[in-house]
């Protein structure tokens, strides 16, 4: 994979230990189709780099990222739902699969939603 200087992985999720995620499986989609890629987002966490068909192994197939989540996690929380408190809710299908710090050095959480099974 051809990542650029900037991109710097921060996997600070992992810190937290799995009481507040669990490991997913990630959709296999028949088809993929790359309709937009923001440049200037990716050149902020180096993947400005990417061949498309690096871009669609990372962002359609959910390939790990280099030094970053081997899996992608669906993020455990709680909260009340219809009413009632609920102690073990989650993102349903969706998930986090790889964190990095741009430019700035600001932690982000590269996610999906709809693509767990």
């Known amino acids: 994979m051809s990542t650029g200087s900037a991109y710097r992985p921060d996997t600070r999720i992992l810190e937290l230990g799995d009481a507040f995620y669990d490991e997913v499986e990630a959709a296999d ?57 609920n102690p073990a809710l989650g993102d349903g299908r969706g998930f986090l699969f790889a964190q990095v710090r741009d430019a700035e050095g600001r932690l982000l959480d590269l996610g999906t939603k709809g693509s767990g099974t």
């Not at 440049?39 to 990417?50: E, F, N, P």
């Open 29 to 85: 989609f028949p088809e993929r189709t790359l309709r937009y890629r923001n440049g200037r987002a990716a050149k902020d966490v180096g993947l400005d780099t990417l061949e498309a068909e690096e871009w669609e192994a990372h962002f359609a197939r959910f390939i790990a990222l280099p030094d970053n989540l081997k899996k992608p996690l669906a993020l455990r929380y709680h909260g009340h739902q219809f009413g009632v408190y």
